[in-house]
């Protein structure tokens, strides 16, 4: 099983400021990488796929870069809706796809 | 409009058997897997398993197998996760999720998650 380690646990960042959370697998993923944003009480959401393209009506600040075992997420300039818990996914190793255990972003 | 609906809450008694729904529309049911996630209280995402529709064919987590049961009913477009014997541990959110199909190496597999349920809750305590 691929090991996905999320870092780090709670990030603190102000309004406007740019948040960079990180990724890193336990053997090589190629970009078969996602990133996803929970909000409490809500489902989680698609944001970035193949490790660095933006899903269908994300904004423009969120950008993803890496590959083979080390991956970032980045947010330019935090909005107020941004604040949530960040999940990456990889989908290289079929069958058994696994999830980090999550970033919360929070305001400082 | 693809839209992926579950069954509503439940709250059972440990020993109980359980099985929750997940109704797809707006999309060709048997051609995109469908995978089932669980979130702990305040903990994070879990990949239990998967199936498809077309064929019946279901993958399970390790961590899972044995421990829960993936079906679907392709005549009603309705995808399954059902317990035997339910603990207090299995007390969590339960998500249905539809994958992407990439066929770009010849062989297509399910991807990343593109749509979600809006998530059942089960609550097991005597």
């Known amino acids: 099983e691929i090991v996905m380690t999320q870092s780090p646990a709670t990030l603190s960042v102000s309004p406007g400021e740019r948040a960079t959370l990180s990724c890193r697998a336990s053997q090589s993923v190629s970009s078969n990488l996602a990133w996803y944003q929970q909000k409490p009480g809500q489902a989680p959401r698609l944001l970035i796929y193949?490790?660095?393209t933006r899903a269908t009506g994300i904004p423009a600040r969120f950008s993803g870069s890496g590959s083979g075992t080390e991956f970032t997420l980045t947010i330019s300039s935090l909005q107020s809706e941004d604040f949530a818990v960040y999940y990456c996914?990889?989908?290289?190793?079929?069958?058994?796809?696994?999830f980090g255990q999550g970033t919360k972003l929070e305001i400082k | 409009e693809v839209q992926l609906v579950q069954s509503g809450a439940e709250v059972k008694k440990p020993g109980e058997s359980l099985k929750i729904s997940c109704k797809g529309s707006?999309?060709?049911?048997?051609?995109?897997?469908i995978g089932w996630v669980r979130q702990m209280p305040g903990k994070g995402l879990e990949w239990m398993g998967i199936i498809y529709p077309g064929d019946s064919d279901t993958r399970y987590s390790p961590s899972f197998q044995g421990q829960v049961t993936i079906s679907a009913d392709k005549s009603i477009s309705t995808a399954y996760l059902q317990w035997s014997s339910l603990k207090a541990s299995d007390t969590a959110m339960y998500y249905c999720a539809r994958p992407i199909l990439d066929c770009s190496g010849g062989s297509c597999y399910p991807y990343y998650f593109d749509y979600w349920g809006q998530g059942t809750l089960v609550t097991v305590s005597s």
């Open positions: 996914q990889q989908y290289n190793n079929w069958p058994l796809y696994t």
């Open positions: 707006g999309y060709s049911f048997t051609s995109y897997w």
């Open positions: 193949g490790a660095s």
